[in-house]
């Protein structure tokens, strides 16, 4: 049983620049959660998907953007990056949405210049 | 004042000793708690998994939530040098999860 995927595992990008970030949950899942985890911090909650809509949103710009298929994978986009999108960033998935039991995949480490 | 707080430590303890971490919490609507162990590079895992007052052990895990002081905590006994870890707990608000800062702990062989 597969668990949660996310691709790309690492990458660099330079300010100003677009990222796709993409996640397939686990196996019967499905709530996907994406954080974002910065150096020696915990996630901080980016927002949450739920039959292919933004169910709950945290204290992000309107920078970062995503979207649900049909099969529950998800993606998470960031425009216009900057210094401070540099992190790891993690997605979580579930199921049914009144649960704390998250399955983290392994993230997405973006490195921005 | 955040909604959660966590020691980040680093806390170093010697392999054997019992570990106690613990986060405070201030929004009583707060639901359910949880602690996740993050291995470094890796993505967290889930340990623990409460709703109510009181403790709830697993193996060598005991978590207790205490509701009435905004309190909780996760013992580890019989600590080994792979309980090395990140600690973060979270808890649940209007399907929100939010995790503390996390507590980064070191089991000395």
Sequence with gaps: DAGVTQSPTHLIKTRGQQVTLRCSPKSGHDT???YQQALGQGPQFIFQYYEEEERQRGNFPDRFSGHQFPNYSSELNVNALLLGDSALYLCASSSGV????LFFGEGSRLTVL | QKEVEQDPGPLSVPEGAIVSLNCTY?????Q?????????RKGPEL?????????????RFTAQVDKSSKYISLFIRDSQPSDSATYLCA?????????????????LP
């Design chain 1, 32 to 34: 996907v959660s994406w």
């Design chain 2, 26 to 30: 201030s929004n009583s609507a707060f």
């Design chain 2, 91 to 107: 808890m649940n608000r209007d399907d929100k999860i939010i995790f503390g800062k996390g507590t980064r702990l070191h089991i």
């Design chain 1, 98 to 101: 009144d649960t704390g039991e």
């Design chain 2, 47 to 59: 340990l623990m998994y409460t709703y109510s007052s009181g403790n709830k052990e697993d193996g």
């Design chain 2, 32 to 40: 359910y708690f949880m602690w996740y162990r993050q291995y470094s």
